[in-house]
């Protein structure tokens, strides 16, 4: 009995898209959370200081000049994340993989991942984020909301930020899934969720998670109409 109990729920996770996807995208985005150093990533540096300003409830940026926007931002998460984008974009790709340092200096990286969250508020340029609408950022939001509450580090922070932020794209892709699950292109969704570069968004500081897991979510409903 207990042998066809395993063999039966197997089967359900194989064959049932949204299942599956919870079973690869869950252990994927828990390995990048905890290998990922804060800032890594496109525009990270601007997206995390736009949800920053978010989780203090400031919902729109200031306007610092003719279409120039941005806000107070704690100068230890600009200098954490800042360094993290410089590393990240700045690996040599021509190197052979066994022989690459990624992170040159792991020390610095580490030295400003442990300060306080609650740095200095320095006045930092959104870039093109300035006019983007503050819902993508909410999940990551609520996590530098808790991050700065208990007094955490930057880098215990950022992970926060990005946890809420991976878990809602998660569910927005597993609901979506779940309209599309007598359909056979639930599976195009499924493959184009789980697609490197998707993954890699999804914990990392940007507006893109919540944007392609909405985009995802919505395709599912449409298709099913």
Same mark, same amino acid.
């Given at each position: 009995m207990k042998r066809a109990t395993i063999i039966s729920t197997l089967k359900n996770l194989c064959t049932e898209a949204h299942n599956l996807f919870l079973v690869i995208a869950i252990p994927a985005i828990l390995f990048m959370l905890a290998i990922l150093p804060? #800032?890594?990533g496109l525009d990270v540096p601007m997206h995390a200081a736009r949800a920053y300003q978010i989780s203090n409830l400031d919902w729109y940026p200031n306007t610092l000049g003719k279409y120039t926007y941005g806000g107070e931002i704690s100068k230890s998460l600009i200098d954490a994340v800042t360094h993290g984008h410089k590393v990240s974009n700045n690996v040599n790709m021509n190197a052979i993989f066994l022989d690459r340092k990624d992170d040159p200096n792991p020390v610095l990286t580490e030295t400003l991942s442990s300060h306080s969250i609650k740095g200095e508020p320095?006045?930092?340029?959104?870039?093109?984020? #300035?006019?983007?609408s503050p819902v993508p950022y909410l999940p990551s939001a609520f996590g530098f909301g808790?991050?700065?509450?208990?007094?955490?580090?930057?880098?215990?922070?950022?992970?926060?930020a990005r946890l809420f932020q991976a878990a809602v794209f998660v569910l927005l892709v597993y609901v979506g899934l779940r309209f599309m699950q007598a359909h056979k292109a639930k599976w195009l969704m499924f493959i184009i969720a789980l697609l490197p570069v998707v993954v890699y968004q999804a914990v990392t500081l940007t507006a893109d998670a919540y944007t392609t897991g909405a985009v995802l979510l919505f395709s599912g409903v449409v298709y099913t109409l």
């Open positions: 804060p #800032g890594w320095v006045v930092y340029n959104f870039g093109p984020t #300035g006019p983007y808790i991050g700065r509450v208990l007094g955490l580090s930057v880098g215990a922070t950022v992970f926060l």
